[in-house]
């Protein structure tokens, strides 16, 4: 989760999936619910060691925190705005703090995963949120068809070295801040990146 120090408010909040230690063979929640989607893809449950998958859930920023932002006075002032009892737009707070929180709760998310050695993700997202992550270099696989999961979601897949990579060669400020200047990962070696999620 991530936390205003200010006002105490949770901004967003990200959660990862990692198999069970003790019965790796159980499939994640993704691996149940959009099954055919990732059949589809050539995706099996023994695609890639069990131990080294993880599924993305609940990536979400906080309808109320983006409330709080627009009303906030401070806010206001910090972008630009300082008229008494102004309210900005949903989509000015949207562009003004959307892509800072969703950073970080990607920033959260390889953190996570560096920790406990995940090399694959697994995921499924809103589309639209997977077409906003691209803006930053962060690339994930669509695999199949839409299902209805909570709402409207995409499975998707990806590689961790190969988003990494991409994100090096596209947006070096978001690498750079995602690996804390290459403290947590190293600067990628690989000078280009070949998708294939096949069996």
């Known amino acids: 989760m991530i936390q205003c120090r200010k006002t105490g408010l949770y901004s967003g909040v990200v959660r990862l999936v990692l198999p069970d ?21 050539g995706y099996t449950e023994s695609s890639f ?10 990536f979400s920023v906080s309808k109320e925190y983006k409330l709080r932002c627009a009303r906030s006075t401070d806010f206001i002032k910090a972008v ?11 989509d000015e707070v949207d562009k003004r703090m959307v892509p800072h929180i969703t950073l970080g709760l990607f920033a959260g998310v390889l953190r996570m995963s560096l920790e406990n050695n995940i090399t694959h993700w697994l ?8 077409r906003f992550l691209t803006r930053f ?61 096949g069996g």
Not at 80 to 90: C, F, H, I, M, R
């Open 21 to 41: 230690p003790a019965e790796s063979a159980l499939p994640l929640p993704i691996e149940k619910h959009c099954a055919d989607s990732l059949a589809e893809a």
């Open 49 to 58: 060691p069990r131990e080294s998958i993880a599924e993305i859930s609940r």
């Open 80 to 90: 630009g705005n300082d008229s008494e009892g102004a309210t900005l737009q949903k």
């Open 123 to 130: 995921a499924v997202m809103e589309p639209t949120l997977i």
């Open 137 to 197: 270099g962060v690339y994930f696989q669509p695999v199949g068809e839409p299902v209805e999961y909570h709402g409207v979601r995409q499975p998707a897949i990806a590689k961790v070295d190969e988003v990494l990579t991409t994100i090096f060669n596209s947006r070096r400020d978001v690498w750079d801040l995602v690996t804390d200047n290459g403290r947590l990962y190293p600067v990628p070696a690989m000078p280009e990146v070949s998708v294939n999620y």
